[in-house]
């Protein structure tokens, strides 16, 4: 005679979908639940609404005649193109903000490079200054330009006078304006770099600057081996944003000089607004604005593809 084994009966809790729900909560209804999605989209295709619609009516405007004048514009085509494209001052205003931009992006990142190592060392001091560094970061462009103005001043500025320089250098003249308002970036936006790289620098590993220590290596020596290649993908983001913001560079501009003496500060953007708002050639203005974003965008896609290999050369991906 055999004897069947009876299993008692089961103690488990039916299965309920999702966690359970704390008492008096009331159920969301089905429709609600998927139209959540779509209302947190909101305002991210607002932001790119507001970003596109500028950008589709600049490139319209492009290939019209609009301006002034010409209140009932046509179509030309390429037209602008070609007359921008082959007038002289493009070409100079082209210059001209790639000298801007290449020199003051370089000293901005050695400076703000060499800033965050002195400011990486704890001291009192270092503590202070690094509080200190942020301030022209706080003040606006156009305030800047203004206040960096009146120093320049040949008559009463306090710079002549700092530097014995009386009162006939002009630091705003036609063969010293670009670099007085590369001067006045490099003020502006240098502390930008360095607290960039010093965020950087605090949070790399410390495990391999011990053991180096440990066998004797010298500052230089885990400066350039380990904490450069460590760093690079940090110095390039610096790089990338003000390279950017320089080749779009108006505000301080504008209130130094005005893109003058002459044509000597006369950048891209300076150009685009002479034209749309000085000359009132809206067309022409939104070809050069439509340039310059061509500029921008196909430097801005090397320097992130630059800046992708250093991100897996960092991590080790790449030999």
Not at 34 to 54: E, Q
Not at 237 to 247: H, W
Request: proline share 7%.
């Amino acid at each position: 005679m055999t004897t069947q084994s009876v299993r008692p009966p089961s103690t488990a809790a039916p299965e309920t979908e999702g966690p359970p729900k704390p008492p008096g909560a009331a159920e969301i209804p089905r429709w609600r639940r998927s139209l959540r999605p779509y209302l947190l989209s909101v305002p991210a295709v607002l932001i790119v609404v507001g970003i596109l619609y500028p950008f589709v009516i600049g490139a319209y405007y492009s290939v019209l005649n609009y301006a002034a004048v010409n209140p009932n514009p046509v179509f030309v085509g390429l037209r602008n193109y070609a007359s921008v494209l082959g007038d002289m001052e493009f070409w100079t205003s082209v210059r001209i903000t790639g000298i801007f931009a290449i020199v003051a992006t370089a000293v901005e990142t050695v400076i703000g490079v060499g800033l965050a190592l002195l400011l990486n060392r704890s001291s009192l001091i270092g503590r202070i200054f690094e509080k200190v560094l942020i301030l022209p970061l706080m003040i606006a462009p156009v305030i800047a330009g203004v206040i960096w103005k009146l120093m320049f001043n040949p008559q009463f500025g306090i710079l002549n006078h700092i530097f014995g320089l009386g009162s006939t250098f002009d630091w705003l003249s036609s063969s010293n304006a670009l670099w007085s308002v590369i001067l006045v970036d490099l003020w502006i936006f240098t502390p930008f770099v360095a607290i960039l790289v010093l965020a950087g620098i605090r949070s790399l590993p410390k495990e391999p600057f011990e053991a180096s220590a440990v066998d004797g290596a010298s500052w230089f020596y885990m400066f350039r081996r380990l904490m450069l290649p460590m760093l690079w993908p940090y110095i390039l983001v610096a790089v990338i944003f003000r390279f950017m913001d320089n080749l779009k560079v108006f505000d301080a501009v504008y209130v130094l000089t005005a893109g003058g003496p002459g044509v000597s500060t006369r950048t891209l953007q300076i150009g685009a607004f002479e034209d749309s708002i000085i000359n009132l050639d809206y067309s022409r203005g939104s070809t050069y604005m439509f340039l310059l974003w061509a500029i921008v965008f196909i430097t801005a896609r090397l320097l992130v593809g630059v800046l992708g290999k250093a991100q897996r050369r960092a991590a080790g991906a790449e030999s």
